[in-house]
């Protein structure tokens, strides 16, 4: 998994969905929405879970570096 990847992980007993936006050695920040405001007030729509508790919904596009450089 990697940044950008959409994941879906268990939260209080809730199933959500999110997205990747960092990655710790063991673990991702995940930014994800919720209709509950108590999930909203406790997280603020951002959450670090462990790499194992994870399931990959969809990969984020991969990038090729070369086709960046090109357009210069």
């Given at each position: 998994m990697k940044i950008g990847d959409q994941v879906s992980f268990k939260l209080e007993g809730q199933d959500?969905?999110?997205?990747i936006d960092k990655a710790y050695q063991n673990s991702f920040m995940i930014t994800f929405k919720s209709d509950?405001?108590?999930?909203?007030?406790?997280y603020?729509?951002?959450?670090?879970?462990?790499?194992k508790k994870l399931k990959l919904i969809?990969?984020?596009?991969?990038?090729?570096?070369?086709?960046?450089?090109?357009?210069?």
């Open positions: 959500f969905t999110g997205f509950d405001t108590e999930i909203l007030d406790k603020h729509d951002r959450v670090v879970i462990n790499k969809k990969a984020a596009p991969e990038t090729d570096p070369e086709s960046d450089s090109d357009e210069a």
